[in-house]
């Protein structure tokens, strides 16, 4: 998938399901790493703020897609590339003075391209610690 | 582009197996008739032979094969080789416990663990051992029944053991012969059936042979019971009945159980008068998924929405009543109102369904470890929403193996200290406004503090020369691979159970809180948003927003003679009271000047505080009104706000109204700092 600028790998084993967008609506006051919420399923989804993760920008345009992770977090996708059954090596470790660390793990190259992996329970707890230190 | 999204319905159903398994387990607990014994056993053997099929098709080939084993027991239950006891009842609902926990687990993503019966392996083990027919003891005795040999050989492998089972156990078998009416010859044989099924046991169901001189359909039915009353025939209908074989004289050898385990006690059969028949019926239900739900709320208020207007706006119309429909539109809210609160009760179930899986496990742990416990559940009518006590089980039964494993002491350790010998386990369900609050309290040793801090410093999560407090300290056994247990028990202690139970109360938008003392026992605290509820509202609007604050919260609504800004105090019933804007507390624009505020007002607060009333300054009062509240998730939970309720014209955000005054507190503070 490609968002925030990168070519992003993200497990299955962290996905639920990839739906259509719609706008979010911010909550009230703001929330770091969190553009707003959207209703999925009759509950309230919180949708990321790629901006808002150290080294992480804006999408280009409007998403193609959210992609819903299990732990209730919506990801918006400038696109879906496609699905890998397996995973060639080898991976290399994200570099230390990487901003980008705490969220994305090791890289792997796919058809000549740098493909990052998200590192989910990474990116949660930065949110988390977003919402502590406000 | 759904992943496990079809598999909704199987998840729901394995939970319904597993309620109804725990529930007829339960009714065996008590003494039953032989018949109400074999149609629990039954329903037992085709719900985990479901379950093993279920988890077969997720994928999950260990859970399938457990399941499988436990079908098994039951087969064998079912076949008569073993007899419903107290200690074997306690075995499978420890079994089926075991299986509902995997099943949490596999919800949640987690692996397989290398056998789900684990903590029951041995007695399963004894079970299958000792129910097994040794070389050559197999025994039929359907040869003793009066009947032709065509005829008994058209019986299946089940109905021999079932005869077989029924005349060692000293039941008679009769044969009833029924020739009904070719037009309603399959709703007659239903209802003798039935009736039957009720009275005893239903062996089998065979085609008779139709005397010559009568017309329609024949059938003989091989019933377990002691008498066979008389059953009513209706017009052109024959029936006759007559014993197949007396127990009391079959042979003593051939009676003898021998394939049953030596401690396997006969069936308990009830003293004094007969306790009334339980007939066990297979609940039907319906399940509809949660989206499904969301999906009907929307259709049924369409619909409703749709009818009123066309009819009672049509009267009007002709009528020409310009007031009218405002009034009806109103009215119209109310009743789809009504109808959004009759299918959010549709979501709801008793707490005492997560209670009826704590009593079973407290009675195994408190046997297996040799510590008797009272346990006391209270708040068992609590109705909670069904995703929400479904994601709470394992955490709670977490809780539950914590306390009865650690907390309570042995007898002879209580006794020292001057307790009774026998433990208590309480465990409370309540609604505190908005929150649920489920407490579990022991009156065991209570945490121990020095171990925590010593285990603290040796993982680093405290530094030397750090004083913390007991709080703290208690935090701290909440954090991952914590454990003051040197070695890990079968039971708990494994260091992997209190964080989870951590992460998911708190993903849930709520919280955990430890309180103890020493040599008195401990309290766990978990408080939790309700996810949804209707909830009284007054609608203000602020910086465009419209937001709702709920009623029971609100002392009084005021407009001030001069513009209101933050900080200042107003009069309100001969009081001052300090003012801050519903802006500066959400954080959100400071507004230049406003006319009204509300006067919200904290009850209950701390014991001998009483409570105290700030007043928010809003920029417009709208009006009030009932609003289904949605909570917001872990990840989107805003200061002051308690979650959101989606309308026409964007999102209602319902605030927390002591999350407002204590922001309103802050606010006011840093105002008073920055002079």
């Keep these: 998938m490609r968002a925030a600028g990168r070519d992003l790998l993200l497990s299955t084993r962290d996905l639920r399901e990839v739906v259509t967008p719609s706008p979010p609506t911010p909550l009230p006051g703001g929330l770091p790493g969190i553009q707003g919420v959207v209703i999925h399923h009759g509950e309230f989804l919180p949708v990321l703020a790629w901006e808002d993760l150290p080294g992480g920008r804006c999408l280009d345009g409007p998403p193609e897609a959210l992609a819903v992770l299990r732990t209730r977090l919506a990801l918006p996708l400038e696109r879906l590339v496609r699905t890998l059954d397996e995973l060639p090596g080898p991976w290399e470790e994200p570099e230390d003075a990487d901003p980008a660390r705490p969220w994305l793990g090791a890289s792997v190259q796919l058809g000549g391209v740098v493909v990052r992996q998200l590192d989910v329970e990474g990116m949660l707890d930065l949110l988390r610690r977003f919402r502590s230190e406000r | ?675």
């Design chain 2, 1 to 675: 582009m759904p992943l496990d999204q079809s598999f909704d319905d199987v998840w729901a159903e394995c939970e319904d197996l597993f309620g109804q398994a725990r529930q007829t387990l339960a009714t065996l607990k008590e003494p039953q008739p032989a018949h109400v014994v074999q149609a629990s056993v039954n329903a037992l053997f085709r719900a985990t032979h479901t379950l093993k099929g279920m988890a077969g098709m997720l994928g999950y080939p260990v859970f399938s094969k457990a399941a499988h084993r436990l079908e098994d027991i039951f087969d064998l239950m079912r076949k008569g080789r073993l007899r419903s006891t107290d200690s074997l009842i306690e075995t499978l609902e420890a079994g089926i416990l075991a299986l509902e926990s995997g099943l949490d687990s596999l919800r949640r993503g987690r692996p397989e663990p290398e056998d789900y019966l684990q903590p029951v392996r041995r007695q399963i083990g004894e079970l299958e051992a000792m129910a097994r027919p040794a070389e050559g003891q197999t025994q039929d005795l359907t040869t003793l029944l009066d009947l032709p040999l065509e005829t008994l050989k058209a019986l299946s492998d089940y109905e021999r053991l079932r005869v077989t089972a029924v005349l060692r156990a000293g039941t008679p078998i009769h044969a009833l012969g029924v020739c009904l009416d070719y037009a309603t010859f399959d709703e007659r044989l239903r209802a003798i059936s039935e009736t039957l099924a009720a009275r005893g046991e239903l062996i089998s169901t065979l085609p008779w042979d139709l005397p010559p001189e009568r017309e329609g359909l024949a059938f003989l039915l091989l019933w377990a019971g002691l008498t066979l009353e008389p059953l009513p025939v209706e017009a052109g209908e024959a029936m006759e009945s007559r014993q197949l074989v007396d127990p009391a004289g079959i042979p003593a050898s051939l009676r003898a159980p021998a394939a049953l385990p030596p401690e396997v006690v006969p069936e308990r059969l009830p003293e004094g008068p007969a306790p009334p028949v339980v007939p066990v019926h297979e609940a039907e239900i319906l399940r509809l998924p949660a989206q499904r739900v969301e999906e009907l709320e929307a259709r049924l208020m369409t619909v409703g929405q749709l009818r009123d207007t066309t009819s009672r706006l049509l009267r009007r119309v002709e009528e020409a009543d310009l007031e009218a429909p405002r009034a009806l539109l109103s009215e119209m809210e109310t009743g789809l109102l009504d109808v959004q609160k009759s299918l959010l009760q549709m979501r709801m179930v008793k707490v005492e369904s997560l209670f009826s899986r704590i009593e079973p496990m407290v009675k195994n742990l408190s046997r297996d470890l040799g510590k008797p416990v009272r346990l006391q559940l209270q708040g068992g009518e609590l109705e909670v929403e069904r995703s929400l006590l479904s994601r709470l089980a394992d955490p709670f039964l977490h809780l539950v193996r914590n306390a009865l494993d650690h907390g309570l002491e042995l007898p002879s350790e209580r006794l020292a200290q001057g307790k009774t010998e026998t433990g208590t386990l309480k465990l409370s369900a309540s609604q505190w406004g908005r929150n649920l609050r489920f407490d579990l309290r022991d009156d065991g040793r209570g945490f121990d503090l020095a171990r925590i801090e010593a285990r603290g410093l040796e993982l680093g999560l405290l530094e030397d020369g750090e004083r913390p407090d007991p709080e703290r300290l208690l935090r701290l056994s909440l954090e991952p691979g914590f454990s003051t247990q040197d070695q890990a028990s079968q039971i708990s202690g494994r260091g992997v159970g209190m964080d989870v139970v951590r992460s998911e109360v708190e993903s849930l938008g709520g919280e955990i809180h430890l309180s103890t003392e020493p040599r008195r026992g401990s309290l766990i605290r978990l408080t939790l948003p309700l996810s949804r509820a209707v909830v009284n509202c007054l609608k203000v609007r602020c910086e465009g927003q419209v937001f709702g604050i709920p009623l029971a919260s609100v002392l009084r609504v005021q407009t001030g003679r001069t513009p209101l800004v933050g900080g200042m105090r107003v009069e309100v019933l001969g009081e001052r009271l300090p003012l801050e804007s519903l802006q500066a507390c959400l954080g959100l624009r400071d507004p230049e000047a406003q006319r009204t505020f509300v006067v919200l007002t904290q009850r209950g607060g701390p014991a001998g505080r009483g409570s105290f009333e700030v007043a928010i300054g809003v920029d417009q009062v709208l009006g009030r009104g009932d609003v289904l509240l949605r909570s917001l998730p872990e990840l989107a939970q805003t200061p002051g706000i308690m979650g959101g309720s989606p309308q026409e014209d964007g999102i209602l955000w319902v605030v927390d109204p002591e999350a407002v005054l204590g922001l309103a507190m802050d606010s006011l503070m840093r105002r008073v700092a920055s002079v």
